[in-house]
């Protein structure tokens, strides 16, 4: 039956085409290995270095160019590059992973030597009633919208949620040409009155990027409100009104046409966890990443991870710890090179470390115990709130067990929007209720289209 | 290069409706842009469900691209002559027996 | 509780259908679960209510089924669901909508024609149709189906929804649920069992061990050596879509099972072997199994070509090496029950009853005594677990 599948080999599979697989394809190349880079987008790039298409590109400039020129790179290194390839599963230690052609739905196969996990990281959700109204979105979906398409997710936004992230969103929406009508930021990162007039932070290492956000929102009018939230959203067949609420406990009503909500990102582990990785709680209880030592090695032999996979700590982070684990595939499967010296790519690499601990706790998450129980929190298969206490509390229930009984995860997404909301709220018991911190990962990482599989056998 | 120069229109049609469209937009701009956000309807609770998350996770944003259904318009780019069917009729029944 | 009547080890459908049919006829039960309720084989599995015979190996399966032989429980089984929603007070989403068992090939549908003069003895309603008659009412169906048996009788229930169905109707009736309590230690003392959960323990005169996969090391801990094979088969589901078909298909050649459940999804089984049984852990589901198994459903149903594969996981299934079911008192073990092997999801009402009836000394209502555990004992278990 597998050879229903084409097969192909290449030394290393890097699996992720954003920052840290593109450095780490390139010094793998660089060294002398066969290197097969996999993406499921239509281009190279991944989320921050995403390609504006071609045709837009020649009307709006080049998005990024550092991102163009590693692409360059990368291409002339002779790395073999898989776009629009879907990887849906793997085993063997990562050794064989299962591939889907995202345009035709051909099934394949690579087998490789050593495989690096580079898959990433999306954006992180809370559910507030309303959130599944239509013109509600992630931040990173208007930030997509304004720089690759050159539209604005709204006239009227809101934005809303914690993290740094919100800043560079609001830019990009000023540029189209949307109206901000607020910024809410659940924390106080900013100083008072300075974000204002275009402020600093308290930490002087964030200091130079937030402060030119900052300052281009000070210029257009835009406040950053601190310490407020979203409770609700409002809305018939698509968003029309927001309530923000203050922490002094008032309320406000505003009208939107495009709430954008996020807090921060999440780490896609799917792929490191199917291969049975050791992992370890994040801080916030309900994300489990794989254990890695500085070179992104994981427990399981040929398997590395890197980027915010392993940890969001940004784009930066995310190229420097690529090429450390390209040096240590390199060191593994080309011991006769010399190896490369990589002191300072991790003194690099542990100095950004701290500067992502700082955002952490600059950042916090809100408590989910507030979710109010009517509140869907599985958008797919429309499960609230109550009814994942309900399951939990019966005592009977670990994290698996609330999802079989409520069927939250089982939809289309496979629980990546409300895998650690549903964590955190099974989570709520004592004893062996804390036990399993998310959802398993299973194949097909992604759903996967059958035509393939159906037609692709003889009957013997 | 020149970044004067606009860029090129393609014509797609949107449930039966003609617009146009700046080509490699992708199909979710030019549904946003053309103030479309109702997308498909939650199969369990018939909720009007629009595009979240813009990178391919979520699949609320999945319409019928050129025959073919459950397509991805956050991800996908538009060609001249697409045609483009979003899903927000009713749903037959809520479940079935 | 402290002094139970029976202690149930196992919270699967099996030891939740014992427990509440032990506690509705009046006994005190405690049931003793290593995890959460229902996470292994029967919240793993299929959900299909098999009325008509299987006859069919699972890909791997070196022995057959005695098909013949447990007809009459189906039998029995089928009425059991016809009243089960009623009875426990819960919707389970049952589903009585028929099924096929399809052939291919003229040996294929000579099987199915010598299948049905079993089933007509055993009284279950099957009817041998042409594969034109058959896709007459299953448009579906491929013109690769010859001939087909149809049997009104088959179904599905959600295997998420009976064991907690069954659970909670017991304890409403008295019956106490310990989740995450495994059985570390069973002594005897005096004619009552001691069964120990590290520093807990229950004693009672009846021990009904329902473990599953767990069976053999379950009775070890009592002295008894019981002979298990189990082994994990996988499963795959689909996204939902609308209603397209309310049967049941399955195949008379090889391990095959297709439903629409109620969400929407189609489940597609048939006891394909995944890569890795793991007891401790997660299973590890096989992509030759899946490419099998799919390409097989494809081939009959071809429509399933155009949806997309949403999840595969992979559950153990407590086999036994005669691939029959175990049921009854342990010989020279008086008060030590056990249930399990194969056809459990759908015989759990009938298992149930039957072990209720067998502890409270009643003659059962169909015979099971070829059934029973002498078959499987060995001699050289493990001597009781004593702290």
Same mark, same amino acid.
């Given at each position: 039956?597998?050879?229903?599948?084409?097969?192909?080999?290449?030394?290393?599979? +890097? &699996?992720?085409? @954003?920052? !840290?697989?593109?450095? %780490?394809?390139?010094?793998?190349?660089?060294? $002398?290995?066969? /290197? =097969? *880079?996999?993406?499921?987008?239509?281009?190279?790039?991944?989320?921050?270095?995403?390609?504006r298409?071609?045709?837009?590109?020649?009307?709006?400039?080049?998005?990024?160019?550092?991102?163009?020129e590693?692409?360059r790179?990368?291409?002339?290194?002779?790395?073999?590059v898989?776009?629009?390839?879907?990887?849906?599963?793997?085993?063997?230690?990562?050794?064989?992973?299962?591939?889907?052609?995202?345009?035709?739905?051909?099934?394949?196969?690579?087998?490789?030597?050593?495989?690096?996990?580079?898959?990433?990281?999306?954006?992180?959700?809370?559910?507030?009633?309303?959130?599944?109204?239509?013109? +509600? &979105?992630?931040? @990173?979906? !208007?930030?997509?919208? %304004?720089?690759?398409?050159?539209?604005?997710? $709204?006239?009227? /936004? =809101? *934005?809303?949620?914690?993290?740094?992230?919100?800043?560079?969103?609001?830019?990009?929406?000023?540029?189209?040409?949307?109206?901000?009508?607020?910024?809410?930021?659940?924390?106080?990162?900013?100083?008072?009155?300075?974000?204002?007039?275009?402020?600093?932070?308290?930490?002087?290492?964030?200091?130079?990027?937030?402060a030119?956000?900052?300052?281009?929102?000070?210029r257009?009018?835009?406040?950053?409100?601190?310490?407020?939230?979203?409770?609700?959203?409002?809305?018939?067949?698509?968003?029309?009104?927001?309530?923000?609420?203050?922490?002094?406990?008032?309320?406000?009503?505003?009208?939107?046409?495009?709430?954008?909500? @996020?807090?921060?990102?999440?780490?896609?582990?799917?792929?490191?966890?199917?291969? $049975?990785?050791?992992?370890?709680?994040?801080?916030t209880?309900?994300?489990?990443?794989?254990?890695?030592?500085?070179?992104?090695?994981?427990?399981?032999?040929?398997?590395?991870?890197?980027?915010?996979?392993?940890?969001?700590?940004?784009?930066?982070?995310?190229?420097?710890?690529?090429q450390?684990?390209?040096?240590?595939?390199?060191?593994?499967?080309?011991?006769?090179?010399?190896?490369a010296?990589?002191?300072?790519?991790?003194?690099?690499?542990?100095?950004?470390?701290?500067?992502?601990?700082?955002?952490?706790?600059?950042?916090?998450?809100?408590?989910?115990?507030d979710i109010?129980?009517?509140?869907?929190?599985c958008?797919?298969?429309?499960?609230s709130?109550?009814?994942?206490?309900?399951?939990?509390e019966?005592?009977?229930?670990?994290?698996?067990?609330?999802?079989?009984?409520?069927?939250?995860?089982?939809?289309?997404?496979?629980?990546?929007?409300?895998?650690?909301?549903?964590?955190?709220?099974?989570?709520?018991?004592?004893?062996?209720?804390?036990?399993?911190?998310?959802?398993?990962?299973?194949?097909?990482?992604?759903?996967?289209?059958?035509?393939?599989?159906?037609?692709?056998?003889?009957?013997? | 290069?020149?970044?004067?120069?606009?860029?090129?229109?393609?014509?797609?049609?949107?449930?039966?409706?003609?617009?146009?469209?700046?080509?490699?937009?992708?199909?979710?701009?030019?549904?946003?842009?053309?103030?479309?956000?109702?997308?498909?309807?939650?199969?369990?609770?018939?909720?009007?469900?629009?595009?979240?998350?813009?990178?391919?996770?979520?699949?609320?944003?999945?319409?019928?691209?050129?025959?073919?259904?459950?397509?991805?318009?956050?991800?996908?780019?538009?060609?001249?002559?697409?045609?483009?069917?979003?899903?927000?009729?009713?749903?037959?029944?809520?479940?079935?027996? | 509780?402290?002094?139970?009547?029976?202690?149930?080890?196992?919270?699967?459908?099996?030891?939740?259908?014992?427990?509440?049919?032990?506690?509705?006829?009046?006994?005190?039960?405690?049931?003793?679960?290593?995890?959460?309720?229902?996470?292994?084989?029967?919240?793993?599995?299929?959900?299909?209510?098999?009325?008509?015979?299987?006859?069919?190996?699972?890909?791997?399966?070196?022995?057959?089924?005695?098909?013949?032989?447990?007809?009459?429980?189906?039998?029995?089984?089928?009425?059991?669901?016809?009243?089960?929603?009623?009875?426990?007070?819960?919707?389970?989403?049952?589903?009585?909508?028929?099924?096929?068992?399809?052939?291919?090939?003229?040996?294929?549908?000579?099987?199915?024609?010598?299948?049905?003069?079993?089933?007509?003895?055993?009284?279950?309603?099957?009817?041998?149709?042409?594969?034109?008659?058959?896709?007459?009412?299953?448009?579906?169906?491929?013109?690769?189906?010859?001939?087909?048996?149809?049997?009104?009788?088959?179904?599905y229930?959600?295997?998420?929804?009976?064991?907690?169905?069954?659970?909670?109707?017991?304890?409403?009736?008295?019956?106490?649920?310990?989740?995450?309590?495994?059985?570390?230690g069973?002594?005897?003392?005096?004619?009552?069992?001691k069964?120990?959960?590290?520093?807990?323990?229950?004693?009672?005169?009846?021990?009904?061990?329902?473990?599953?996969?767990?069976?053999t090391?379950?009775?070890?801990?009592?002295?008894?050596?019981?002979?298990?094979?189990?082994?994990?088969?996988?499963?795959?589901v689909?996204?939902?879509?609308?209603p397209?078909?309310?049967?049941?298909?399955?195949?008379?050649?090889?391990?095959?099972?297709?439903?629409?459940?109620?969400?929407?999804?189609?489940?597609?089984?048939?006891?394909?072997?995944?890569?890795?049984?793991?007891?401790?852990?997660?299973?590890?589901?096989?992509?030759?199994?899946m490419?099998?198994?799919?390409?097989?459903?494809?081939?009959?149903?071809?429509?399933?070509?155009?949806?997309?594969?949403?999840?595969?996981?992979?559950?153990?299934?407590?086999?036994?090496?005669?691939?029959?079911?175990?049921?009854?008192?342990?010989?020279?073990?008086?008060?030590?029950?056990?249930?399990?092997?194969?056809?459990?999801f759908?015989?759990a009402?009938?298992?149930?009853?039957?072990?209720?009836?067998?502890?409270?000394?009643?003659?059962?209502?169909d015979?099971?005594?070829?059934?029973?555990?002498?078959?499987?004992?060995?001699?050289?278990?493990?001597?009781?677990?004593?702290?």
């Amino acid at each position: 039956m597998a050879d229903l599948m084409t097969g192909s080999e290449a030394d290393v599979a +890097v &699996v992720g085409g @954003g920052p !840290a697989g593109l450095h %780490a394809a390139l010094v793998l190349a660089q060294g $002398g290995l066969s /290197v =097969v *880079l996999l993406d499921e987008s239509d281009t190279l790039g991944g989320q921050y270095y995403k390609r504006r298409p071609a045709q837009l590109t020649a009307a709006f400039g080049d998005f990024r160019p550092r991102g163009t020129e590693l692409i360059r790179q990368v291409r002339e290194a002779e790395v073999v590059v898989r776009t629009g390839t879907l990887v849906w599963g793997a085993e063997d230690a990562g050794r064989t992973l299962f591939t889907s052609d995202v345009r035709t739905g051909a099934l394949g196969r690579i087998n490789t030597r050593a495989t690096l996990a580079a898959t990433g990281a999306y954006e992180r959700s809370l559910p507030f009633p309303g959130w599944t109204l239509p013109g +509600v &979105v992630t931040p @990173g979906f !208007a930030l997509h919208l %304004a720089t690759m398409d050159r539209v604005p997710v $709204g006239n009227r /936004v =809101v *934005l809303a949620g914690t993290g740094p992230f919100l800043l560079p969103v609001a830019c990009a929406l000023l540029e189209v040409g949307a109206r901000i009508e607020a910024l809410v930021e659940l924390n106080h990162p900013y100083r008072p009155r300075a974000s204002a007039l275009g402020g600093t932070l308290r930490q002087p290492a964030r200091l130079a990027e937030a402060a030119r956000y900052l300052l281009t929102l000070a210029r257009h009018g835009v406040r950053v409100e601190q310490g407020a939230r979203v409770l609700a959203a409002y809305g018939d067949t698509q968003v029309t009104a927001v309530d923000i609420g203050h922490e002094d406990g008032r309320v406000r009503r505003l009208e939107t046409d495009a709430l954008c909500v @996020g807090f921060g990102f999440r780490p896609s582990t799917e792929l490191p966890r199917l291969l $049975g990785c050791d992992t370890q709680a994040d801080p916030t209880g309900t994300e489990q990443l794989p254990v890695v030592d500085a070179d992104g090695t994981t427990s399981v032999d040929g398997l590395y991870v890197a980027g915010d996979c392993a940890g969001i700590a940004g784009v930066q982070a995310a190229g420097v710890r690529g090429q450390l684990a390209a040096h240590a595939i390199l060191r593994r499967l080309a011991p006769e090179r010399a190896p490369a010296p990589v002191a300072g790519l991790r003194r690099r690499a542990r100095s950004l470390d701290r500067f992502a601990a700082l955002a952490d706790r600059l950042y916090p998450m809100p408590a989910t115990a507030d979710i109010p129980d009517d509140t869907q929190v599985c958008r797919c298969e429309g499960v609230s709130a109550g009814e994942i206490r309900q399951a939990a509390e019966t005592g009977w229930n670990d994290l698996h067990g609330t999802k079989a009984a409520t069927r939250a995860g089982m939809g289309p997404c496979q629980g990546r929007e409300c895998g650690h909301i549903v964590a955190a709220l099974a989570g709520r018991g004592s004893g062996p209720n804390r036990a399993a911190e998310c959802f398993a990962a299973r194949m097909p990482i992604r759903p996967l289209p059958m035509a393939a599989t159906v037609e692709g056998q003889e009957v013997p | 290069m020149s970044t004067n120069s606009p860029p090129q229109t393609v014509t797609v049609t949107i449930d039966g409706a003609p617009g146009q469209a700046w080509a490699g937009q992708s199909v979710t701009a030019v549904l946003v842009a053309a103030g479309i956000w109702p997308l498909r309807r939650n199969p369990v609770n018939g909720q009007l469900r629009g595009p979240f998350c813009g990178m391919g996770v979520c699949l609320e944003c999945e319409v019928t691209i050129n025959g073919r259904p459950g397509s991805r318009s956050c991800t996908a780019h538009v060609t001249d002559g697409m045609d483009i069917r979003t899903h927000t009729e009713p749903l037959p029944t809520a479940a079935h027996g | 509780m402290t002094r139970p009547d029976v202690i149930v080890i196992g919270a699967g459908v099996l030891g939740a259908s014992a427990a509440f049919h032990l506690a509705e006829r009046g006994y005190r039960v405690v049931v003793l679960e290593r995890g959460g309720p229902n996470r292994e084989g029967s919240g793993t599995t299929a959900g299909n209510l098999h009325i008509q015979a299987i006859h069919t190996r699972r890909p791997g399966q070196e022995v057959p089924v005695d098909s013949a032989r447990l007809l009459p429980l189906q039998r029995r089984a089928s009425d059991h669901w016809a009243q089960i929603e009623e009875r426990l007070g819960a919707d389970v989403e049952l589903r009585r909508g028929g099924g096929f068992m399809v052939a291919e090939t003229a040996v294929q549908e000579e099987e199915l024609r010598e299948k049905h003069e079993w089933e007509r003895r055993a009284g279950i309603p099957t009817e041998v149709v042409t594969g034109d008659e058959a896709r007459k009412q299953l448009p579906l169906l491929s013109d690769r189906v010859r001939a087909a048996s149809w049997c009104p009788l088959d179904g599905y229930a959600n295997p998420l929804l009976i064991t907690p169905a069954y659970l909670t109707a017991a304890r409403r009736l008295g019956a106490e649920l310990h989740a995450f309590t495994p059985v570390t230690g069973i002594q005897r003392v005096g004619d009552d069992y001691k069964v120990l959960s590290d520093d807990r323990s229950w004693t009672a005169p009846v021990v009904v061990n329902a473990a599953g996969p767990w069976i053999t090391e379950i009775s070890a801990l009592a002295g008894v050596g019981i002979q298990m094979s189990p082994v994990a088969i996988q499963m795959h589901v689909t996204v939902r879509v609308p209603p397209v078909m309310h049967h049941l298909v399955q195949h008379i050649g090889e391990g095959m099972s297709v439903k629409q459940v109620s969400a929407g999804n189609l489940l597609i089984g048939g006891g394909w072997p995944a890569a890795k049984l793991d007891m401790e852990g997660r299973n590890t589901v096989s992509v030759p199994s899946m490419a099998g198994n799919l390409a097989q459903a494809g081939r009959i149903l071809p429509f399933l070509g155009d949806l997309r594969l949403l999840r595969m996981w992979a559950g153990p299934l407590a086999a036994t090496p005669d691939e029959m079911p175990v049921i009854g008192e342990v010989p020279g073990h008086p008060g030590f029950f056990v249930a399990g092997g194969t056809y459990a999801f759908t015989l759990a009402p009938v298992w149930g009853d039957t072990l209720a009836r067998q502890i409270a000394g009643e003659v059962a209502a169909d015979p099971v005594d070829d059934l029973g555990p002498g078959r499987l004992l060995y001699d050289d278990a493990t001597t009781p677990v004593s702290p």
